[in-house]
Every structure is written in structure tokens, then in C-alpha cells.
T-cell receptor, first 113, second 113 residues
Framework: ETGVTQSPTHLIKTRGQQVTLRCSSQSGHNTVSWYQQALGQGPQFIFQYYREEENGRGNFPPRFSGLQFPNYSSELNVNALELDDSALYLC????????????FGPGTRLTVL | AQSVTQPDIHITVSEGASLELRCNYSYGATPYLFWYVQSPGQGLQLLLKYFSGDTLVQGIKGFEAEFKRSQSSFNLRKPSVHWSDAAEYFCAVGAYNTDKLIFGTGTRLQVFP
């Protein structure tokens, strides 16, 4: 039991819409990372938040944005949805040290029509 | 640039047989290496990780992996596979000081009775 939860489980949107995905970190973790996993691919790093500030970003456009709250929960926002945004979105929480394990949530399956 | 290659997209083994999943990485310094497992519709679960020290790493569920710097490899092994091991396996490398994980494309393991 990792303790990382994500909501919603599934989501269907249409092109051009905006979406917000939510993640609740495991107790005691202050770092949250978001990953996009397209069908048949490995997860791709989107960005990471540490103490409410962005702390590293992958090769994703600015329409992917995030927030981390004082209780270390987090949101991933995607504007102007495109068909290629259809994927499983995973969040992972961890402690401060780079050697700390990242614990993944079950993910949110986003389908863009 | 850092990268991870998993040469085998799909592997099929009989229950009770031994297993080796291959992983090769490209990284400029000593890497942090991970193996994760993903069951259908689930998030990622950490099997084992290597940061330093003994190059043979023991993990959960009877898995082990060996870090070979000369071959840039971190292959995952299990002496006797169980039907419940059927899943997708991902090798990942950690970028030092960023906590960002770079994943391979995964190997799907199928187990026949």
C-alpha cells in the first residue's frame, strides 16, 4: 500500500477543453512528480514540485502546468487538450533525498476525443 | 543524454522457469537504477533499486538485479517465475540531483502454466 491516491480514475474530454487531475501524496512526503504514460510506452517525466515550487520539468509544453499545496497534495492542469494527450497520468511522491523511493499512485486514464 | 533501452518488448515463459529481463542504460556518471512492475490498470510498484555498493541487488517478490558498469546493464532476474509475475516491467535511471526518472519502454511478461 503506497498511500498515494489520484482522482479521478478515468476521464473523457474533447479537443480544446481543459482538465485538472489531482494527487494526494503519501504521508510525510514533500515532493511530487507527474508522469505521462502513453499506451505501450514507458512513463515520461512531466515535472516535479517540491515545497510548492516547480523543481524540474521535462519536455512538455507550457499548457501542462501544476500546483502543489501546503499539505503537499498536487494538481496537474492541461489546457487546450489535444488527441495525443490521451494517456495514463501518474503521480509519484517521495521524500527530499534523491535516493528516496518514488511511490506511484494508480493513475488517471485521460481520453481525449 | 540519459536513456534506457529494454530490448525485449514481450517475453513468454513457463511457470517455474527462470527469467532474465534486459536493461541497458546511457548515463554520464554513476547512475541510480530502478526496476518497477506494473500490473494491468495499476500504477508502478518498485521491485528494487541500485545506488551504490554491492552490484547484486535483492528486491521484493524474489527478484534480483545485477549492475554491470562495463556493459551499462542492469538486468532483472528471478530463478522461478510464478503466474502472478505476469505484468509489465520497467527499468528506469534516475538523473542525479533531480529525482527525475527516465524509463525504458517496458517488457511485457507472459507466464504460461
Amino acid at each position: 500500500e503506497t498511500g498515494v491516491t489520484q482522482s479521478p480514475t478515468h476521464l473523457i474530454k474533447t479537443r480544446g477543453q481543459q482538465v485538472t487531475l489531482r494527487c494526494s501524496s503519501q504521508s510525510g512526503h514533500n515532493t511530487v512528480s507527474w508522469y505521462q504514460q502513453a499506451l505501450g510506452q514507458g512513463p515520461q517525466f512531466i515535472f516535479q514540485y517540491y515545497r510548492e515550487e516547480e523543481n524540474g520539468r521535462g519536455n512538455f509544453p507550457p499548457r501542462f502546468s501544476g500546483l502543489q499545496f501546503p499539505n503537499y497534495s498536487s494538481e496537474l492542469n492541461v489546457n487546450a487538450l489535444e488527441l495525443d494527450d490521451s494517456a495514463l497520468y501518474l503521480c509519484a511522491s517521495s521524500g527530499t533525498a534523491v535516493t528516496d523511493t518514488q511511490y506511484f499512485g494508480p493513475g488517471t486514464r485521460l481520453t481525449v476525443l | 543524454a540519459q536513456s534506457v533501452t529494454q530490448p525485449d518488448i514481450h517475453i513468454t515463459v513457463s511457470e517455474g522457469a527462470s527469467l532474465e529481463l534486459r536493461c541497458n542504460y546511457s548515463y554520464g556518471a554513476t547512475p541510480y537504477l530502478f526496476w518497477y512492475v506494473q500490473s494491468p490498470g495499476q500504477g508502478l510498484q518498485l521491485l528494487l533499486k541500485y545506488f551504490s555498493g554491492d552490484t547484486l541487488v535483492q528486491g521484493i517478490k524474489g527478484f534480483e538485479a545485477e549492475f554491470k558498469r562495463s556493459q551499462s546493464s542492469f538486468n532483472l532476474r528471478k530463478p522461478s517465475v510464478h503466474w502472478s509475475d505476469a505484468a509489465e516491467y520497467f527499468c528506469a535511471v534516475g538523473a542525479y540531483n533531480t529525482d527525475k526518472l527516465i524509463f525504458g519502454t517496458g517488457t511485457r511478461l507472459q507466464v504460461f502454466p
